[in-house]
């Protein structure tokens, strides 16, 4: 399948990829729904005013892809064949105003997120801060191998990759010294996956996990932001509140399922097997590379400080959604769901700096000869993700984010 614009071999955009976003010009300052190939955006909203997809869809002038996400599996495929037949080879149908350098938008947050919801479905993670916690012994709580654990996070929080992440303040409780309301000193990063639901549910009526796949639009990186110090003193009984409440950023393109559908893989041998409710046959997991880079106000480039894979989660995304609606939650399109930190078997998979400074005991040297146990003022974050294919990829680009002082 070749293009009809040129696309490196290694750009994350490739015609099958084909993600979607929401992108504004300087001579269109309105929102619309546009996809990347290569290092052009093209603009949906034009080819769907040109009638190029055969018929005219009306949401692709929308300043989210809501309305899109809704309109259900069959029009989202549907629109990705006959997207694909438009940008393949030399197609005289696409006018030159509809192809527009990337360097030229401004991207925006792409979905209206109603609802935002954490899991915590990397075992190794869970095992690593478990151990730090409370021993080898009892690294995982009884309840981890037989469920997706997650926790309700905050959907006004979720913002576009770039945007500068204020450090919070609240309660802290120092070892052997006073409580004390201070900016935090456990500023973190977590690697991330997030998937958006597409179509949702009834009220009542849960998501069958054998058919949790039709009901997931797509996926963005998402760095969800943790001030460890915080969360430590606050997260007994009820788990994480303002410790993670203050920021989470995603990456502004959203990959779709069927991009990544020749990607899958089987994931983690569950053992013991799960309840019926989530899945008879073994869990499918995706096959994407994942990096984490570093880069302090005094380093000239950034340094590459994880390597991590999404086929490393121990619960599937469609276990996720069959878990999170089994009560009867209906779930709405635009909803956002993390995976939790993605952190693989290596000391240098790890997916944050709690675990690859194990709780500040051994420090991250920089190539700048900085060392870093938390994250400091002025620290750029900036993860990336792609999919090998044979001589493409499907990527998401990069989700970033700079640490601002706290507000005094």
Known sequence: ????????????????????????????????????????????????????????????????????????????????QRLTDILSSSNSQIKDDAVIPVSEVQMHLPVNVGDYTDFYASREHAANVGTMFRGKENALMPNWLHLPVGYHGRASSVVLSGADIVRPRGQVKPKDAPLEFTSSRQLDFELEMGFFVGTGNSLSEPINVENAHEHIFGMVLLNDWSARDIQAWEYQPLGPFLAKNFATSISPWVVTMDALEPFRVPGPKQDPA?????????????????????QSSGMDAPQVISRSNMKYLYWSMEQMLAHHTITGCNMRAGDLCGTGTISGPTDDSYGSLLELTWRGEKPLKLTSGEE???????DMVTMKGYCQGDG?????????????????
């Open 274 to 294: 799960p309840l019926p409710y989530l899945g008879a046959a073994p869990a499918r997991g995706v096959d994407i590379t994942l990096e984490v880079n570093l």
């Open 1 to 80: 399948m070749k293009p009809f614009i040129d696309v490196h071999p290694e750009s994350d955009f490739s015609i099958q990829n084909l993600p979607y976003g929401i992108f504004s010009t300087n001579a269109n300052p309105s929102p619309r729904v546009g996809t990347r190939l290569g290092d052009f955006v093209i603009d949906l909203a034009a080819l769907d005013a040109e009638n190029l997809f055969g018929r005219q869809y009306g949401f692709f002038d929308d300043s989210s892809l809501n309305r899109f996400m809704e309109s259900g599996r069959a029009v989202w495929q549907e629109i990705r």
């Open 372 to 378: 870093r146990k938390f994250l400091q003022d002025g």
């Open 392 to 408: 493409y990829r499907v990527g998401f680009g990069e989700v970033t984010g700079r640490i601002l002082p706290a507000l005094k």
